[in-house]
């Protein structure tokens, strides 16, 4: 059957090493193309590499920025094979008609574990402690180290892994308090506290899980880590932008705070073999982790399969269910119909020119589904189409002004 994209034609590059599981459901899927990299490409090679493909699925280190994007054109998906999707430019991305997926829960766990073993380590001191007995020394002492139990703990971003964090905190004893923009359900006996501030002054551990935004940018700068307890210590696993390393790094050598664990950085490196630089190194009272928290074997698992998953579905039916940039349809399959997609910008006149152009053609409509946001509008049509009005269908549908894309799906 003649489509816009047959399967065997479409490629799909894979970068950052996500996990093998999304490029077995790929091919599960009758995906042959797959171009996998263990790592993220300089700029001018990404570049060039996506300008040939039809999916690209990144991590958090690849920026597909308006520039890159504009240059995709046989871009239909993006997947982030993470959380965070600060990564792409998502506005250029809908504006080109190209909706971007995610895994908003796969690693939620994991970066919760490390951060309340963290949390743990930082109290007993196990940092210097460790650093210390590499260099052949011993301290043998309690002074301070301390039980987790009765502590207060404030989460920055009471979202999926704040929760998760404060249920496991409560386990142990913890006390928690949260701060977040929007009002949240408190989880057990978390409570919200009145303002940041407020979370700051009263927290013996604070801990970041905000995305990163405008508004989140150095949130937690010298001003706030003035108002941080003395002695008090700092998790961010939440992303680099949100602190003020160099306010943090000072924050420490003044021992106004007594240590901080790091997962994410203003600049990181773009891979394995690239060096490392940043003011907490060579503080032993720092955890410096190499933006893992959420690589565990289990979750980059789990993130192959959803995300993979979710741009086959958008490939093969058409749905975007949890695109983070586009309007989301969920899609009944019609195999005895022929499936149209149409991505325009959303100006009045599109829909009722799509409609007259299958009433002037004599095609029935077996089924519309329409879902639009304020700039995009993304229509499906299934018809009783043989191959060659199809074809037809789809050349005066992308003749439409207006359109982003258009697609004969099957
Ligand atoms: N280190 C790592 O490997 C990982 C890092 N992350 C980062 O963690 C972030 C949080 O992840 P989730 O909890 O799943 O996200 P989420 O979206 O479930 O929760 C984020 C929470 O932050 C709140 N928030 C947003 N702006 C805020 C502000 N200005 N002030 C206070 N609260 C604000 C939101 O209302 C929401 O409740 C991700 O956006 C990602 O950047 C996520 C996974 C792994
Ligand atoms: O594992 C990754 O590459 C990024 C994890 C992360 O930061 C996210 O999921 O937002």
Redesign the pocket.
Known sequence: MKTSYPKEDIKVLLLEGVSQSAVESFRRAGYSQIEFHEKSLPEAELKARIAEAHIVGIR?RSHLTKDILENARRLIAVGCF???T?QVDLEAARALGVPVFNA??S??R??AELVIAEAIMLLRGIPQKNALCHRGGWTKSAAGSFETRDKVLGI???????TQIGVLAEALGMRVIF????T?LSLGNARAASS?DDLLERADVVTL?????P??KL?IGATELAKMRKGSLLIN???GTVVDIDALAAALRSEHLAGAAV??FPVEPKGNDDAFVSPLVGMDNVILTP?????TLEAQDNIGIEVASKLVRYSDNGSTLSAVNFPEVTLPEHPNSRRLLHIHRNVPGVLSRINELFSAGNINIDAQFLQTDPQVGYVVIDVSADEAQAAILKDKLAAIPGTLRSRVLY
């Open positions: 958090s993470c959380i965070g600060n908003p829960y690693n939620t994991s970066v920055v971003g009471y979202g999926h892994i704040g701060h977040d923009v929007e949240k940041l899980h905000v995305p990163e935004t508004a989140t949130m696993a939440s992303r997962d994410v933006h893992i928290g959420g690589s």
